[in-house]
């Protein structure tokens, strides 16, 4: 035996070796929802290391200056061309007031009198009747949508929801879009996402029983805060003018201002000042629910806001101020970019998300916006797209849009193979994702 033993440890150690060698790989073929459960020393060999804090940076444009002149109007094009994934429209602060002689033009005439009188806004309200849900990994936006519908007592899972938004499980995004998408196509209730909203809009839905969803960045708070920035939903249940805040159902962080329980079910405190911080993050995204009856009040809520070409107008002079107002924000140049687009001035919005990228985007930025993607591409920088979506994707590969748009830059390239790769990619990763199956079917025939 005795000559046995010495081939045996060295095939115990050479076995050893090959297994800490292979192990890093195989851990990290593991999905993260999984490997945030293993071990701490394990979990630091599965996760990938996060990147750099911001994405990659561009010189400052001397041009970005020109962008905040009011003197020149935009004059949105008839039908402000549609993204993959349109971004959100915007409008300008409301006053609290009625407009005058306000011409709502919602999609469809409403035919229902309102059901309550919009205005004056009282100085606190509380909306009742949700339901908190916890989210599972990575699903705060199928969990608040199914935490909403509780509201209107429709009993929807978040894995329900979920499987209609993110059929694949690792998918780090649901749009807005997607989100009131769901509600009119899966209910008979109604929904609308839009952009660029303020505290006077939230607390006129909220004092007339309209429930809304907002979309904010955060920093997570105690022991999260290592994660880093964020996006995420909120719901908005109740504010207070006396007390400066609102508060929120959180399906992260709970209804407490302990994270995590919901000793104190009135919601979690989010002051006028976060708001007016982590809101402006996402341009101010909301969806609104409500019932077909309430159609005519939602519209009167709204007033002008409901014509995209006024939102998009509004949304300029907006995104100016703000950018004027603080330059060193690379959201407010973000927003900007953002409304550019949909203006269909692709060179201005290159531009302002340049100045964004100038002053650093947070890395997970184009997990939930993808502005630059479009803008570059219209105006031919097809390697800055490649550059942002390679950066996104890299060991996160949980993003249709950055496949799709990496196709798209690969194809304008002439890289037929790589743009059918990306684009087979991004169809097959969300197969809900529409934009991919246009653009495989426009690319020229494989040859052979």
């Not at 750099?52 to 039908?79: F, K, Q, S």
């Not at 469809?108 to 806004?121: G, I, L, S």
């Not at 105006?379 to 550059?387: A, E, F, K, T």
């Amino acid at each position: 035996m005795r000559k046995y033993r010495l081939p045996l440890l060295l095939g115990l150690l050479l076995a050893g070796i090959i297994t800490v060698w292979l192990l890093p790989s195989i851990l990290r073929a593991v999905p993260t929802r999984y490997a945030m459960r293993l071990p701490e020393p394990l979990q630091a060999l599965a996760l990938p290391a996060d990147p750099t804090p911001i994405l990659p940076t561009v010189a400052a444009p001397e041009a970005a200056a020109g962008l905040l002149d009011p003197a020149e109007p935009a004059r949105p094009t008839a039908a402000p061309p549609a993204s993959p994934t349109p971004e959100p429209v915007a409008g300008q602060l409301a006053t609290g007031e009625p407009p005058e002689e306000a011409q709502p033009t919602p999609t469809a005439e409403p035919t229902a009198a309102p059901t309550a009188t919009p205005w004056p806004v009282p100085p606190a309200a509380r909306m009742t009747g949700f339901t908190h849900i916890y989210q599972e990994w990575n699903n705060c936006g199928p969990a608040t949508l199914a935490m909403t519908l509780t509201y209107f007592g429709l009993v929807f899972s978040q894995r329900d929801t979920a499987a209609a938004l993110r059929p694949n499980a690792e998918d780090r995004n649901v749009t807005p879009q997607e989100m009131a998408g769901f509600v009119n196509s899966q209910t008979e209730l109604r929904a609308m996402a839009r952009t660029n909203g303020n505290r006077s809009l939230l607390q006129r839905l909220l004092a007339n029983n309209i429930a809304v969803i907002i979309e904010v960045g955060i920093d997570p708070p105690g022991e999260y805060r290592w994660l880093g920035w964020y996006g995420h939903y909120l719901l908005p249940v109740a504010y207070d003018d006396a007390q400066s805040q609102f508060w929120v159902y959180d399906s992260w962080l709970g209804t407490s201002e302990v994270p995590q329980t919901n000793a104190d079910p009135n919601g979690r405190v989010m002051t006028y000042d976060d708001l007016d911080v982590y809101w402006p993050q996402f341009n101010r995204n909301y969806i609104v629910l409500y019932r077909p009856e309430q159609e005519a009040l939602v519209a009167a809520l709204l007033g002008e806001e409901l014509d995209d070409a006024v939102m998009w107008q509004n949304s300029l002079a907006q995104a100016q101020i703000d950018a004027a107002r603080n330059p060193n924000s690379p959201f407010y140049w973000f927003n900007l970019g953002t409304t550019h687009n949909a203006l269909g001035q692709y060179d201005k919005a290159a531009i302002a998300f340049d100045q964004a990228r100038a002053v650093g985007l947070p890395w997970r930025m184009l997990w939930y916006q993808f502005g630059p993607y479009e803008a570059y591409y219209q105006v031919g920088r097809y390697d800055d797209v490649i550059l942002l979506a390679e950066t996104t994707l890299q060991d996160r590969p949980y993003f249709e849009e950055s496949y799709y748009y990496l196709g798209l830059a690969q194809a304008a390239q002439g890289n037929q193979q790589a743009a059918r790769d990306n684009l087979e990619k991004a169809s097959a990763f969300n197969p809900n994702f529409e934009p991919a199956g246009r653009a495989l079917a426009e690319l020229t025939a494989p040859e052979g």
